[in-house]
Structure formats: structure tokens, C-alpha cells
């Protein structure tokens, strides 16, 4: 399987969020994580949904460990 990257890796992201109830007009890279209601809990389904999905493996470790506080921040880390 290909794995997406770039601006449809981005959009696999930005949907999931969508999915769990965020507006999607409010999810842009420079958004602050905390002002959009996004938590760890949130962090983790995004994980599951990027792996079982799409076959994106990436550990919440990986996240945690740059201490994101915008969405960019996250959208950087599983585009590495």
C-alpha cells in the first residue's frame, strides 16, 4: 500500500479531526490546540484512524514528545 504524504496526508488529518466534531473552518495549521478542544484523547483516535485506515504507523510517543501546542505542529510531526 502507498502511503499518502504532503497536502493528502494533511487532508486524511484535517478530516478525521472534522469527523470528531471539530469545526473543519477552524482547522488550519497555525490554530492552537487547546483554543480548537483538542486533546490526547483526541490524539490517540487520530493515531488508530492513520494506522487501520490508511496504514500510517506513527507512536503517540512521537507527538507527545514535541510537546505540540498548534495543529501544524502535529501535522509536522506525522509527516516526518
Known sequence: MTTPGGPALEQIVLDALAG???DRA???????LEQLDI???????????LEED???VI????IQA???QT????LDVIGR
Open 54 to 56: 490508511h496504514g500510517i
Open 71 to 74: 495543529l501544524g505542529d502535529v
Open 20 to 22: 470528531f466534531g471539530h
Open 39 to 49: 486533546d490526547s484523547l483526541d490524539l490517540i483516535e487520530l493515531v488508530q484512524i
Open 66 to 68: 514535541v510537546d505540540p
Open 26 to 32: 477552524r482547522l488550519v495549521r497555525d490554530a492552537d
Open 59 to 62: 507512536r503517540l510517543e512521537e
